[in-house]
Antibody
Framework: QVQLVESGGGLVKPGGSLRLSCAAS????????MSWIRQAPGKGLEWVSY????????YYADSVKGRFTISRDNAKNSLYLQMNSLRAEDTAVYYC????????????WGQGTLVTVSS | SSELTQDPAVSVALGQTVRITCQGD??????ASWYQQKPGQAPVLVIY???NRPSGIPDRFSGSSSGNTASLTITGAQAEDEADYYC????????????FGTGTKVTVL
C-alpha cells in the first residue's frame, strides 16, 4: 500500500533553516508528481510546492518562493523541502502528498511533520 | 492567486443529506477535489474529477459542479462523517499554482 512518511520537523528560530524529508513506498515514486502542503495550527490547508516526476518542473506558492526549495531523489524514493529564512508564519504541520494528478488530485498524504518557528 | 470560498460550518441530522459548496473563479475552468480531515489526522481524498470516488470511499459521497461552484453531497450522513472538508483546485491565473478552500466543519447531530 502507498505510504508517505515525513521527517525533519522541529523547533527553529526565526531566520533559521530546516530540511524536511518524505520517504515514499508502495508505488513507483518516479512516475508521480509530488507536493508539500502545510496547515498552520487551527487553520486550513495551504499548498506549498510541487515537483514533477523527473524533477524538471517545479512551482512554489508566492508565500514561500525564494525561501523554500523542493527536490527529489528518485533512486531513494524520497522527497525533500529545504526551508530557509523561516518566519513565525511558517509554523505548521507539513504534509507530503502524491500529486497533483491529472484531475487536480492529491490522492495520498503522509501523517505530517510539525515545524515550529519561534524564538 | 485565486480563492476558494466555503461556508465555515454546517450541521446535519444523522441519516439526512448535507451539501457543502465551494465557490471560486478557477472552478469555471478546472475540476475541484474534496478532502475529509478528522482531528489530528491527515486529509483523505473523497471526491475528484467530475464525480469520482477513490477506492474505499462510501457511495454516500458525491460531487457536482456548475459555473463557479463545486459541491460535495453526503447522502445519509453517518456519525463518522463528522469532520472538516476542504475543496481544492488549480489557480485560475494560469500560474500552475494550487489552492485550497477555506474549509467547512460538518457536524452530525
Amino acid at each position: 500500500q502507498v505510504q508517505l512518511v515525513e521527517s525533519g520537523g522541529g523547533l527553529v528560530k526565526p531566520g533559521g533553516s530546516l530540511r524536511l524529508s518524505c520517504a515514499a513506498s508502495g508505488f513507483t515514486f518516479s512516475d508521480y508528481y509530488m507536493s508539500w502542503i502545510r496547515q498552520a495550527p487551527g487553520k486550513g490547508l495551504e499548498w506549498v510546492s510541487y515537483i514533477s516526476s523527473s524533477g524538471s518542473t517545479i512551482y512554489y506558492a508566492d508565500s514561500v518562493k525564494g525561501r523554500f526549495t523542493i527536490s527529489r531523489d528518485n533512486a531513494k524514493n524520497s522527497l525533500y523541502l529545504q526551508m530557509n529564512s523561516l518566519r513565525a508564519e511558517d509554523t505548521a504541520v507539513y504534509y507530503c502528498a502524491r500529486g497533483p494528478g491529472a484531475m487536480v488530485t492529491f490522492d495520498y498524504w503522509g501523517q505530517g511533520t510539525l515545524v515550529t518557528v519561534s524564538s | 492567486s485565486s480563492e476558494l470560498t466555503q461556508d465555515p460550518a454546517v450541521s446535519v441530522a444523522l441519516g439526512q443529506t448535507v451539501r457543502i459548496t465551494c465557490q471560486g473563479d478557477s472552478l469555471r475552468s478546472y475540476y475541484a477535489s474534496w478532502y475529509q480531515q478528522k482531528p489530528g489526522q491527515a486529509p483523505v481524498l473523497v471526491i475528484y474529477g467530475k464525480n469520482n470516488r477513490p477506492s474505499g470511499i462510501p457511495d454516500r459521497f458525491s460531487g457536482s459542479s456548475s459555473g463557479n461552484t463545486a459541491s460535495l453531497t453526503i447522502t445519509g450522513a453517518q456519525a463518522e462523517d463528522e469532520a472538516d472538508y476542504y475543496c481544492n483546485s488549480r489557480d485560475s491565473s494560469g500560474n500552475h499554482l494550487y489552492v485550497f478552500g477555506t474549509g467547512t466543519k460538518v457536524t452530525v447531530l
